[in-house]
């Protein structure tokens, strides 16, 4: 059998019983005495009792009224609650942002997040940067709010939207012999080794598809689920490497690394910010989202 009650009565009821009366429970709420006692007596008539008893001059709780009055608290503050929540998400108060980018978008995310907040102050940040395949396993579970990864997933349904390039190049050592020569054909380096990231990346099967369509073998060495570990690699002389221009900076300042000039290259690739398909996006993740689709470039300069 469902209880027929109706907020409205349970407020009422609340208060009446919280001041043991229903003229205090009438100012408290705007009311007339007799509009407090007519939501009273629906309440009674659906909950089938009493729920008030005078005994003398003194309003007094049934027990019937006390179950309904410790119910009619708990539920007061689960809508309180929900208040609070959907203020929170139409962005009446500080809002939460959750994101999770893929492993290189890590060399740049900060400074777009440094920037958001500092314009959105108050605003509660969480990052995860993790692989592709623990990316595309939050977008089925629809966890984050947005997701920043070098391709959309196959096999999810996604929104995804590019906002910026990233160009795969190939680096070497600053002295290495082929470094001073101009647009290497792509089958000199069917023999090298190459100082790879870990199967699953996405800089690892853009490169591996690159090779298959220019119809050139590629050679895998050391796999590495670190670009800051494949750059030392690197520059150690341990093979050449293959990453994102947006990793190399300092490297390129301090001519650490030289990018060689090679036929066909960069690699030409895109970030993209991506939702799962559907998600309502909450007004915080959404203007997130817009600074990342327009501003994102000012704030990151490619070397
Ligand atoms: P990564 O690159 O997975 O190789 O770090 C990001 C991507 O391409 O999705």
Redesign the pocket.
Known sequence: MALNMTFRQLKVFESAARHLSYTRAAEELHLSQPGVSMQIKQLEEVVGLPLFEQIGKKMHLTSAGREIYAYSKSIGHLLDEAEVVLGELKGLQSGRLSIS??????HFVTRLLAAFSQRYEGVTISLDIT??AS?REQLEANRPDLVI???PPEGVEVDAEAFME?PLVMIAPSNHPLASEKQLELSRFEDEQFVV?EK???????IERFFSEHQVSFHTGIEMSS?EAIKQAVEAGLGLGIV?IHTLELELQTRRLQVLDVKDFPIQ?H??IIQRKGKRLSPTAEAFKTFVLEQAKEFIRLP
């Not at 980018?101 to 890590?106: N, Y």
């Open positions: 980018v893929a492993t290189t978008a890590g692989n592709r990316l990864m070098g391709q990233n990231r699953g990346s996405g800089t690892r099967s853009a670009n994102s690739r970030w993209y």
